[in-house]
């Protein structure tokens, strides 16, 4: 039956990423059409500008769905904020019953996921880095560039950890990322958010991460140890021993742009979970810029204004990036399996007869 199909299918697009894993979305299935919602009160933070993030998992999540859907039998046919007056419904999506194709990423669905564990600092084959930079060729969005020598790993390294020493710095950012950590497991069917083991902290540092979440003491030990300015220079360092860095570029920042991003950064991880790479999103650093530069910046300091546009200065130039946008960027390496996995929540779907 299409209806237990598409629940199917639904719940294969839910394995896809979103900021902080908020799982920004809700559907209404009519007959063979499912309509696809933004929750913009899942993400208001100030990596999410204008919903732009939430878009980006969207597109995630229409392409696990799309990949999904020949699995089951079934083609697709998807119209981008079809409702040109709500800017919360992004999707429609049509299914047609079709022969089953099944892609070759749609075993990977389950098993895609951020890992945030050490990788190893040992260039990718060739062949590795084209199967993921041609991974989007045929979707027409974006480009996907792969930076690896010492030189720009090292700045590029630094520069994205910029956002551990800001989120250290600025309360607003701090109390959002301690909001969206669950410190136990049973917690992890109640809301969004991540689980503390995926996080990879070891212990002393968990015992340290557990500290830092008041603010008080944080605001002291930044006044004498510079604290922030050690777990950024740590962090830095963890980075740039990674075998990688890869960019999503795209032309254009419109809600349709991003959408289409987050089908291009979905097709890129799968691919990568395919050969057996790991994958660590560090968008903090661009996103803090969205900030400055389309909203003014007023949540951040004069001196982090000025660190976070002379951070993206060096990754657009490690990048060679000039008129376009990055859009999301990965830390890439072969590294162990994850500690633990973020969990999906049970989607919402309104049935209309």
Known sequence: MMIN???????????????????????????????????????????????????????????????????YGYTTTVSLFPNKENEAHVADIIFTKSEILESSLYPFLQKRCTNRKDCIRKILPNEEKKQLTDSISDLGFDTFKIVDDDANMEVLGHALAVNERVLFENKYIHDFFYDHIIWDKKDEDKAGGFFVDTLEFLPHQLKAVKLLKHWWVLKILNVIPGVSKIISKEN??????????????????????????????????????????????????????????????????????????????????????????????????????????????????????
């Open 5 to 71: 199909d598409i629940e199917k299918i639904i719940n294969d697009g839910v394995l896809a990423p979103s900021g902080e894993n908020c799982q920004p979305w809700k559907f209404e299935l009519n007959g063979n059409r499912l309509s696809i919602f933004n929750i913009p009160e899942a993400d208001m933070s100030l990596y999410n500008l204008k919903q732009r993030g939430s878009y980006i998992a969207h597109g995630a999540l229409i392409e696990n769905i799309i990949i999904s859907s020949g699995a």
């Open 236 to 353: 830095g360092e963890k980075y740039a021993k990674s075998a990688a860095f890869g960019a999503i570029i795209m032309e254009g920042s419109t809600k349709e742009n991003y959408v289409n991003t987050g089908r291009s950064v979905q097709r890129v991880w799968l691919t990568a979970t395919k050969l057996g790479i790991a994958m660590h999103p560090c968008n903090g650093t661009i996103y803090f810029l969205d900030q400055i530069t389309d909203n003014g910046g007023k949540e951040f300091s004069i001196q982090h204004h000025k660190l976070i546009k002379d951070s993206n200065i060096k990754i657009r130039n490690a990048f060679n990036v000039t008129d376009s946008k990055i859009s999301f960027i990965f830390r890439i390496g072969k590294a162990d399996e994850p500690t633990a996995r973020s969990k999906r929540l049970k989607p919402i779907i309104k049935f209309v007869n």
